[in-house]
């Protein structure tokens, strides 16, 4: 089975705190930790995970920079097979509907049986997947975290519904579908297996090289700003040393009921 | 002005909260839109939704057939693309229905998609103003939406106020206009999620600990607190994703709705989907290092701090106390 994987490079939020600049037209980005979006690591482990069970191999792909190459080392030193690096000045300006666009072109240049995304990324839009199977035709499943081969024509899906039951469906090939974290458990990338992929080739493609041009990437959607929202009530924050801390929290979980 | 319709999920022949919801968010983009809910599935199920929904919308389409039977939104797609008209607004709540049918819906009507909405500030010609969030909630965004050819917008539940039940609007059986229908995703079954050692929706007090627990190992400090304090551990996902605790004791939309008096929200940043499981009204401390988690947001109590630190000093004073 021939697997497209899309990720996407973004700010690592369990690492950063994320704050506005002063300008409030972007987040500060100077010193923040980069990596691959969660879900599209638990999308190539489970990718890789697939050809090794049918054979085939695994293309990563994302829209980016020259910085976003870090990202498709990472998960070709995970295992998948070859990287895809698609940049161009011409990007940088477009929505989610854009993205899928870029990649619909890059899907057009190879043969792929399963393309696979994350659930969301960093910007919380859970789009992209879905805009791109319809641009393709493509049956699309979200949320899903568990692929079953049936036959190369058939997998047999389960998609993560609300309470954490689980939606079983049999979806034709070729199809997009968006994983969920917890399908799998991705596999540890070491500094030696990136070391092992440093000097591996990765081909990028410009918007010509697509037969992009910007009418197809203008965007329906626009970000206008960044702001943090005027607290609601916002919670009561507790100051002092830990001591005095800890006698004021003891004070307030007696009287709610919270100390048994 | 462009015609707003609202999809409205439902389940066992009661539509969702959403429903409402809905036609609030419709109501911003448009106070005097005329608003037609649609509604698919089969049988008296469908029926009692449809008769549910007409008492606030002013129209309601309904689509009966047996593919409908189940809330497949491979087969709900193509059926939007033919019966709406051009350059409608559609709503779908932003759940994991919505998040299927959305983003591909607006392909093939050419429009605009913004999902995950919390706010809708309103229409300026073709433009339609709103607000989302990233980063887990860190921050907020306004944009704007081109919906000249129309748009697809999925509101988070919660973020509008349910509507009145004000208006009494028509069913329509519009079944006989689906037609074929070419679906490749067929559903099968829904299995049910597991369900394990301890009931966290029972429990008065939960000790629930996210992220910022760190390490496999860590878990221990939160059970002894958990054991001061006469409590039960939950957690966020990405401690079930990573198998430190099983599913049974996840909060949130894709795991438990729990309902204590007291919630302990220990290293967790509060994303909505973890605080879509919490429901009742708890009091809420949470303790995190970042003062600027949106957890605090929502927090009765908030405490600026390394947990890995203060739990154990939290269960020590107990313990101490006893
Ligand atoms: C369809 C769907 C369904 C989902 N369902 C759920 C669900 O049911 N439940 C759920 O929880 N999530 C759910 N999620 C995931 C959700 O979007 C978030 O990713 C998740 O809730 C984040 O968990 P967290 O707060 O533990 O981690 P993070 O967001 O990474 O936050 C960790 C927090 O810990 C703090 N921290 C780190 N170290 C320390 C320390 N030493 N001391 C104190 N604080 C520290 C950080 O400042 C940060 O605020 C769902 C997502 C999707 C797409
Ligand atoms: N710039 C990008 N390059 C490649 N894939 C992307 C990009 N942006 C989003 N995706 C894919 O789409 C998924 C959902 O992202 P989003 O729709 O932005 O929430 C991600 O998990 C990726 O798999």
Known sequence: MEILVCIKRVPDTSENEIALNSAGNDIERDDLVYSVNEWDNYAVEEAIQIVDRVGGSVTVVTVGDDESEEVLRREMAMGANKGLLLADDAFAETDGR?????????????????????ALADDGAGQVGGMLAAMLDYPFASVVNKIETVNDKT????????????EISEISLPCVLSIQTGINEPRYVGIRGIRKVASVEIPTLAAGDLGLDAAALAPKVKRLDYFVPALGKGAEMLEGSTEEIIAKLLEMLKAKGGLK | MAQIFAYIVHKNGVADDTALELLTA???????????????????????VAGQVAKAYNEVWKFSAPVFAYPNAEAVRPLLVKVLPAGAIL????????????????IKLNAALVTDVVGIEGLDG?????????????????????VSTGAVLTPRAGSFTAAEAAASGPVVDKSAEAGDLVVKRRFIEVVAAEVGDVDI?????????????????????????????????????PIVD???????????????????????????????????????NPFIVAINKNAKAPIFQVADVGIVANILEFMPALTEAIEEGK
């Not at chain 2, 729990?258 to 929200?265: D, I, M, N, Q, R």
């Open chain 1, 98 to 118: 854009g993205i899928a666009t870029i990649l619909k072109a890059a899907v057009a240049k190879g043969t792929y049986d399963l393309i696979l995304t994350g």
């Open chain 1, 155 to 166: 997998l047999k899906i389960g998609r993560e519904i609300e309470g954490g039951n689980q």
């Open chain 2, 26 to 48: 419709a109501k911003k983009i448009d106070p005097a839109a005329s608003v037609t809910a649609i509604v698919t599935g089969e049988g008296s199920a469908l029926d009692a």
């Open chain 2, 91 to 106: 709503l779908v709540a932003h759940d994991t229905f919505g998040m299927d049918l959305a983003p591909g819906l607006s």
């Open chain 2, 126 to 146: 073709s433009t339609l103003k709103l607000v989302r969030q990233e980063f887990g909630g860190q921050v907020s965004t306004h944009v704007a939406a081109d």
């Open chain 2, 201 to 237: 929706t029972k429990e008065d007090v939960l000790v629930s600990i996210g992220r910022g627990i760190e390490e496999q190992d860590n878990i221990e400090i939160a059970q002894d607190l958990a054991k001061a304090m006469g409590a039960v551990v939950s957690c966020s996902r």
């Open chain 2, 242 to 280: 990573a198998k430190w605790l099983e599913k049974s004791r996840q909060v949130g939309t894709s795991g438990q709705t729990v309902k204590p008096k007291v919630y302990l929200a220990c290293g967790i940043s509060g994303s909505f989907q973890h605080l879509g499981g919490l429901k009742g």
